[in-house]
């Protein structure tokens, strides 16, 4: 059970983690990303190749963040192009172009077969207390990345982010350009998405691309809305709330019979969604958000 639990919590603070990123570009300059998995996947398959060839895991997780963030470049230049719907559009199809990618070059990835055997981070404490340093690691990782998120919100570079997610035609006005400030806050989103990737690859193990499907995309969106985008705590704690919900759902099929797995599969979307839509209509700030001001 303490296994079982020590998993499910590394899981939900690797969803805390892409929260935090797309709060970022979505929660205070108002980017519109629905490629979040591109750069989850691009960070897992950096640090899983690397590992691999016998490169450190520090390295390794160094690297899946750095190439998560310079892939972001040319979406983040093209974000000072394109309006908020078209901007999601561009990198929803990119997460997709990128999926295929990883299908397709198998003389990298190993195409549809996956990277088996990839090394488990702390892989020499043994197998409860590697998973337990994980998830201790990932608990200061968040907090870190938590913290310096509200610094950062709270410094200067943070108060034009949010002015350019509040009003870019009134910033701009003003004799500020918005422009470099947005490709920042793309790349560092996505760098953060790249370390999540590399977390995520050395405690499964084994990576395929059929892990890196846009319903990831819509699991870190959810959170970040029913929590609340703009705040830190929004951001994590609607990661947790919603890993609750799935995982606890899980147990929902001893409760009503006749159901199948591929059933109750469908009826979990569909609670979720319920849920996304309700919070929507009455909290439109998130459930910790708090008031509209």
Not at 84 to 105: M, W
Not at 225 to 252: C, K, W
């Amino acid at each position: 059970m303490i296994a079982y639990l020590c998993a499910i919590g590394i899981i939900a603070l690797i969803y805390c983690l892409l929260a935090l990123g797309l709060n970022l570009q979505f929660g205070l300059t108002r980017l519109v990303n629905f490629g979040v998995v591109a750069f989850f996947a691009v960070g897992a398959y950096t640090s899983g190749l690397l590992s691999l060839q016998g490169v450190p895991l520090v390295l390794c997780f160094v690297a899946a963040g750095v190439v998560s963030g310079l892939l972001a470049l040319p979406i983040g230049l093209l974000s000072l192009r394109l309006r908020d719907d078209y901007l999601a559009i561009v990198t929803l199809g990119f997460s997709e172009a990128v999926r295929i990618s990883i299908q397709q070059e198998s003389w990298l990835t190993k195409g549809v077969q996956g990277l088996p055997g990839l090394p488990k981070a702390f892989a020499s404490w043994g197998g409860g207390a590697s998973d337990m340093a994980m998830f201790a690691t990932l608990l200061v990782v968040v907090a870190v990345v938590a913290w310096g998120t509200v610094r950062l919100a709270a410094s200067p570079f943070g108060r034009l982010l949010k002015a350019i997610g509040d009003d870019e035609p009134a910033l701009a006005a003003l004799g500020k350009d918005p422009a470099w400030f947005k490709v920042q806050v793309f790349m560092l989103g996505a760098a953060l998405a790249g370390v999540a990737g590399a977390f995520y690859a050395h405690f499964i193990t084994f990576i395929t691309p059929e892990q890196f499907i846009p319903l990831i995309t819509f699991y870190v969106w959810m959170g970040l809305v029913m929590g609340g985008s703009g705040t830190v705590r929004g951001a994590v704690f609607g990661s947790l709330l919603l890993m609750v919900f799935l995982e606890g759902s899980r147990f929902a099929k001893d409760w009503v019979p006749g159901v199948s797995e591929v059933g109750m599969a469908s009826l979990r979307l569909a609670a979720v969604g319920l849920a996304l839509i309700l919070v929507t209509l009455y909290k439109p700030n998130g459930l910790f958000g708090g008031k509209s001001q």
